[in-house]
């Protein structure tokens, strides 16, 4: 399984970009996508996860009304809308796997299968 998170770029506080994540093969093939991010020195934090077949969307609390996730089986792509960045979302943006399902928490890292390279956003003024 191939993931590339694509998007990332600089951008002033208050702006907005958008991310994709293309997975090799198709996304109905798994339970559900999830972006997460790195930043410099922290830990992974699960951000937003999209369950493939039924849509249903869950969001981090420090995201949740900011961030947007959608996805387009067609295209076997999964796409991650950003606004009113600030300069504490600057991380590397990644997304992940989740092969059969969860636990506990889609956001967890210890439930993701599989996750890729991903696309770093700086928001600076």
């Known amino acids: 399984v191939q993931l590339q998170a694509s998007g990332g770029g600089l951008v002033q506080p208050g702006e907005s970009l958008s991310l994709s994540c293309t997975v090799s093969?198709?996304?109905?093939?798994?339970?559900?996508i999830v972006w997460f991010r790195q930043a410099p020195g922290k830990e992974r934090e699960g951000l937003a996860s999209?369950?493939?077949?039924?849509?249903?969307?869950y969001y981090a609390d420090s995201v949740k009304g900011r961030f947007a996730i959608s996805k387009d089986n067609n295209k076997n792509t999964v796409y991650l809308e950003l606004k009113s960045l600030q300069p504490e979302d600057t991380a590397v943006y990644h997304c992940?796997?989740?092969?059969?399902?969860?636990?506990?928490?889609?956001?967890?890292?210890?439930?993701?299968?599989?996750w890729g390279q991903g696309t770093l956003v700086t928001v600076s003024s």
């Open positions: 992940a796997i989740l092969r059969l399902g969860y636990s506990t928490d889609p956001l967890d890292e210890r439930e993701w299968d599989y």
């Open positions: 093969g198709s996304i109905l093939d798994y339970y559900a």
């Open positions: 999209i369950a493939s077949r039924l849509g249903s969307t």
